[in-house]
């Protein structure tokens, strides 16, 4: 039986959760989920100074949003510290390790020399080879006792093969002279110990690959696949920064971006399955893999994420995409639904997500169930409604006082009464939104009344042809 995938989404909270990191735990979540596998979450709070607990749960909340849910609890990575300390012992018990008591000052003055005399400025520790019995009683660091012949080849499932040249690394240390682990250390000793099989991250990461791996050979374990994906750019091609516009996943939210969409969009930024635009969180699932996974950086396109999310808010189950409303509205301040209006958007959502790539664009059409009696037309909207049509709507409203609400007889007795006045429906189409919406710009006249249904309709008709010049 093949080994389990295990993937895992590894961010440092100092900030919110960023759309290139949403994208990574992405590619991370539909790799492990389309596998069987597990998608582990470890929060890489070990630079104490610039994490924040409102970090942390603003990146909880993000991937909360995006639908990207974990398996186990979340892991702090500070909080394993001490096992951490313990992989350096036991490295230094083996030998791949060792002891280094040079100051900050013997350090900065071999480099000093160094660089007069156009050698590495790499430090070389004299303790590398130094016996036990001449080590002073002083604080040291531990540091790698890292390979200097030969090369370190990170076998990058994105990349390639990137050779990284052994003497051009040096022996990094692995835990500083107050105890405290490294990150590099850390990093390691926690992705092989959660078990992750497939390490997915941004490429800016790529040279740590190699000094991870020299951990995991010294301590003999099985390497992960590495797969380090290409950051995103702006439009411009250049790397994205707040220039280009929104960077946080909770600022999508706020702008009312459907979070299918913003999955499906994020997959295609910079990987690819054939032609395929739009696709389905199963289908992204099953298809995902890493050698669909391009080698450039993938520049983000507003109107690209917003005709996908148009099409996945057209896709959606309408009482999945009422809830997801509710929550845009939530974050962004605007007033919940009545339960009559949720009632009646969710009677309308057919009409309503049709053509919407967003939640402002969604409730723009839904402004007839949103605004109270007696309606407030605006300007092009009170001008349909002059004396001729204010009287054409009275006429009506009896005629549909005795009409059963459904389209079929709606669309009759307006046809009929079009006919009888010597008109088009086109020409009433008008008056009726203005009527019904205040609006000019509204979904059809037809669904309008449905939704509304017929005592409302009514009486905004009513409403309209009582208003004087
Ligand atoms: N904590 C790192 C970051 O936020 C990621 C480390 C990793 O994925 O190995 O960039």
Redesign the pocket.
């Known amino acids: 039986m093949s080994q389990q995938v295990v993937t895992r989404?590894?961010?440092?909270p100092t900030g919110y959760l960023h759309i290139g990191?949403a994208r990574?735990a992405l590619f991370n979540w539909l790799f492990a989920r389309g596998r069987g596998g597990k998608f582990l979450l470890r929060i890489?709070d070990t630079d104490r100074a610039r994490s924040t607990p409102e970090a942390t749960q603003a990146i909880l909340d993000g991937m909360t949003w995006m639908g990207l849910d974990h398996d186990g609890d979340v892991v702090s990575q500070a909080a394993r510290a001490e096992r951490h300390a313990e992989v350096a012992r036991q490295m230094l018990e083996a030998g791949t390790a060792y002891k280094c008591f040079a100051t900050q000052e013997e350090i900065q003055s071999f480099r000093d020399a160094a660089k007069a005399e156009g050698r590495s400025t790499l430090y070389r520790s004299p303790w590398r080879d130094a016996a036990a019995d001449t080590h002073p009683d002083l604080p040291c660091v531990i540091r790698i006792k890292a390979p200097r012949d030969g090369a370190t080849v990170i076998h990058d499932a994105v990349q390639g093969d990137v050779t990284i040249r052994n003497d051009q690394l040096d022996d990094m240390v692995l835990l500083r002279s107050d105890g405290t682990p490294v990150y590099m250390l850390a990093?390691a000793v926690d992705?092989h110990d959660m078990g992750v099989t497939h390490?997915i991250?941004?490429d800016?990461?790529l040279n740590?690959a190699a000094r991870q791996m020299m951990i995991y050979r010294a301590m003999g374990w099985p390497l992960p696949v590495y797969a380090h994906i290409p950051l995103i750019h702006g439009a411009d091609g250049k790397k994205l920064s707040k220039r280009h516009g929104a960077l946080g996943t909770q600022e999508y939210r706020q702008m009312g971006y459907p979070a299918a969409g913003m999955r499906n969009y994020l997959a295609r930024l910079g990987w690819s399955h054939g032609d395929d635009e739009f696709f389905t969180d199963a289908q992204a699932q099953d298809w995902f893999d890493l050698d669909g996974i391009g080698k450039s950086a993938a520049r983000f396109d507003f109107k690209k994420l917003e005709n996908i999310c148009g099409q996945h808010m057209a896709a959606m189950d309408d009482a999945a995409l009422l809830h997801e409303l509710q929550d845009f509205l939530h974050v962004t301040d605007q007033p919940t639904l009545t339960g009559a209006q949720a009632a009646m958007m969710l009677e309308g959502m057919y009409c309503l997500k049709e053509r919407a790539r967003t939640f402002p664009e969604l409730l723009d059409k839904a402004q007839f169930i949103l605004t109270n009696r007696p309606v407030e037309p605006d300007e092009k909207a009170a001008a349909q409604l002059d004396t001729v049509s204010r009287g054409m709507l009275k006429e009506l409203t009896p005629q549909l006082q005795n009409a059963s609400w459904t389209r079929d007889s709606l669309e009759e007795v307006t046809a009929q009464f079009a006919d009888r006045k010597g008109t088009k429906f086109g020409k009433m189409a008008g008056p009726l939104r203005a009527a019904l919406a205040g609006r000019s710009a509204t979904p059809s006249v037809f669904d309008m009344m449905l939704v509304l249904g017929q005592t409302e309709t009514l009486n905004r008709l009513a409403d309209a042809g009582q208003q004087s010049d």
């Open positions: 989404f590894a961010p440092s990191g990574t890489e990093v992705d390490v991250r941004g800016d990461h740590n």
